[in-house]
């Protein structure tokens, strides 16, 4: 069974310019979640895709969107880059069926940003 | 979800085991108990979970204090590879499909 697929894993990007990350989830999962994660903030919830509709949303500034389509694959975009935007992109899947407490996330490896 | 307290950091040689405190007062009755690794370079994994009886899977055991206020996660025996942060993380049955929030974790080191 194909796990969670991050692309890409490195990437380095110059203040000011944009971004897309893509995650591919686990068949048969329908639910994304994608999280940011830094030294000093650590692991960060962004927002949650499930059947191509924004869950959840946590606390981040509208230059972070995502969104997913309808074979679950997700991507998220970051405009306007700027340097505290450099971290570790980590994206979730899970099939979110029944409560939460039956169902795990399977996370990807990340996508690693740098902004210069 | 309501909070968790976790050390830092812990240390343990290799082939002993380990047990990873969670302190979490405040719990309510239908928080489940979570716990996710991180291993360097790479995203969190699962590890178990459970409510009110201790669990145990290949990975670890989970050992709930009978208040419910605590947990402990153990390792039978730590090797190299179990090396990671360590996260305890509370899930609400009630509060529907909510994101995991992770705290700060407690980092493992095993020691050869």
């Known amino acids: 069974k194909a796990g969670v697929t991050q692309t890409p894993r490195y990437l380095i990007k110059t203040r000011g310019q944009q971004v897309t990350l893509s995650c591919s989830p686990i068949s048969g999962h329908r639910s994304v979640s994608w999280y940011q994660q830094t030294p000093g903030q650590g692991l960060q919830f962004l927002f949650e895709y499930f059947s191509e509709t924004q869950r959840n949303k946590g606390n981040f500034p509208g230059r972070f969107s995502g969104r997913q389509f309808s074979n679950s694959r997700s991507e998220m975009n970051v405009s306007t880059l700027e340097l505290g935007d450099s971290a570790l992109y980590l994206c979730?899947?899970?099939?979110?069926?029944?409560?939460?407490?039956?169902?795990?996330?399977?996370f990807g490896s990340g996508t690693r940003l740098t902004v210069v | 979800d309501a909070k968790t307290t976790q050390p830092n950091s812990m240390e343990s040689n290799e082939e002993e085991p380990v047990h990873l405190p969670c302190n979490h007062s405040?719990?309510?009755?239908?928080?489940?108990i979570h716990w996710y690794r991180q291993l360097p370079s790479q995203g969190p994994e699962y590890v178990i979970h459970g409510l009110t009886s201790n669990v145990n899977n290949r990975m670890a055991s989970l050992a709930i204090a009978e208040d419910r206020k605590s947990s402990t996660l153990i390792l039978h025996r730590a090797t190299l590879r179990d090396a990671a942060v360590y996260y305890c993380i509370l899930r609400d049955v009630d509060s529907g499909n909510t994101p995991l929030v992770f705290g700060k974790g407690t980092r493992l080191s095993v020691i050869a």
């Open positions: 979730a899947s899970s099939p979110r069926q029944g409560p939460p407490h039956t169902y795990g996330y399977t």
């Open positions: 405040t719990i309510s009755g239908t928080d489940y």
